[in-house]
């Protein structure tokens, strides 16, 4: 067993998530978020301040919803840069812009500490059950070095290259989400309006060409009223699609299909849905529909005989 303690900054969603899984496998966390009462209910060592966990820890990880808080976790006055001695491990778990990465990767290299930005996917649930998906941007030996961190949390590892290359990973997956679950609650709300049995409508559709992870695991819920609520927001969804081309113009690549998604959950977000989960852009498509509401408002949730 490791018996290093691992620092952990931003203890939400995602971050309270793993941190339970990382205290439920027997290491020691020392947890800092805004809201303290979030590191007690994850399990973790509370920690008064964001140089209290530099200090006091090797490895540190990072679970904070954008650059912009990233990086005044890192620059601010009582930030990482100003307390990280060398040799420590620094991983951003955040969906984070790649040029901020790559640029505060440069800073704490000069510094003796390695920076490696993880993408995870798999949301709430595998964050849950230890399952995420990481894409991990950095130094492969550092990397292989984290294998004690990243197994309480994750199924699958996968080193992507150099520093930004995970969060870039993260930014292209996100995209495709965002397209597919935009994609699909539109096609739903159509299907209801033209009276179709929805349940019927995921069979023929997930035995097609239209086949996705939405139709697939998202929607047989939502028809029953079952918006699998903990996960990514609808303003995250937002900032997440924004990031996406922000990075595609860095890499000067014609981003063509953005507009959607980018209207969906914006509309989302100005219908007052935006901190909700993201799968709620259905219903912010059926207002614009004429009120439409793919279930009739008894929640059941799959399995339920009744």
Known sequence: MNTQTIGFIGLGNMGGRMTRCLVDSGLTVLGYDTDPERARAAGAQLADSIGQVAVSSNVILLS??????????????????????????????????????????????????????????????????????????????VIDGLNWVF??????????????????????????????????????????????????????????????????????????????????????????????????RELGVASLNASGPLASFGLQVALGYGDQISNKVVDAIGDMSGGVRLHDGTKKRLGDST
């Open 64 to 141: 904070l919803p954008d650059s912009k808080v990233v990086e005044a976790v890192v620059e601010g006055a009582d930030g990482l840069l100003r307390h990280c001695r060398e040799g420590q491990t620094i991983v951003d778990l955040s969906t984070a812009a790649a040029s901020s990465t790559m640029r505060l990767s440069g800073l704490f290299a000069a510094r003796g500490v390695h920076y490696i930005d993880a993408g995870i996917s798999g949301g709430a649930a595998a964050a849950e059950k230890g399952a995420l998906t990481l894409m991990v941007g950095g130094d492969a030996a």
């Open 151 to 248: 197994g309480p949390i994750s199924s699958k590892v996968f080193h992507m290259g150099d520093s930004g290359t995970g969060h870039t990973t993260k930014l292209l997956n996100n995209f495709l989400n965002a397209v597919s679950l935009a994609a699909t609650a539109e096609v739903m709300v159509a299907g209801k309006k033209a009276g179709l049995d929805l349940h019927r409508l995921l069979d023929v559709l997930n035995s097609s060409s239209g086949v996705n992870f939405a139709t697939q695991k998202r929607f047989p819920h939502i028809v029953d009223g079952d918006y699998l609520e903990g996960g990514l927001t609808g303003k995250l969804m937002s900032k997440d699609v924004v990031l996406y081309i922000e990075r595609a």
